[in-house]
């Protein structure tokens, strides 16, 4: 059953295998990922999948299962804990530490050819200045 998240505006659909998407998990899920549209606003979807599993006691695990989507990258995680809320705070978390790690790839490879393009300019600029006061020396 797929079904759509509350507090943010991408699209969220929210599967459950083995486990059934209630009211509450769909919005334990929203309020907890509506922080990762804050850091990526370019996110297009946030597919969220829960996997009820039924090893190794007969109650299980809850795993959720991620992948938030922006244009040209695509971003997943995955975590297992005893309820689905903790369970979606880690994944959460993850995603986070994986948008943060992404966003300072971007900043420093940005900050990296700006700076490279300064440094090519200046020095050819200082060179041809002082070439042309040697000669005419």
Avoid at 81 to 106: F, N, S, Y
Wanted: proline share 5%; glycine share 6%.
């Amino acid at each position: 059953a797929k079904v759509q998240l509350a507090y943010t505006t991408i699209r969220s659909p929210l599967t459950g295998r083995g486990l059934a998407v209630t009211d509450e998990v769909r919005e334990t899920a929203g309020h907890k990922l509506a922080r990762l549209e804050r850091m990526e606003p370019r996110a297009t979807r946030i597919d969220l999948e829960f996997i009820g599993e039924h090893y190794p006691s007969p109650d299980g695990v809850k795993r959720v299962e991620a992948a938030l989507h922006i244009p040209r990258k695509t971003f997943r995680a995955h975590a297992e804990a005893d309820d689905v809320p903790t369970a979606i705070d880690r994944v959460a978390d993850k995603l986070e530490r994986q948008l943060r790690d992404h966003h300072g790839k971007r900043r420093a490879s940005l900050h990296k050819s700006a700076l490279e393009s300064a440094h090519l300019s200046s020095p050819a600029a200082d060179t041809e200045t002082e070439g042309e006061t040697e000669g005419d020396r």
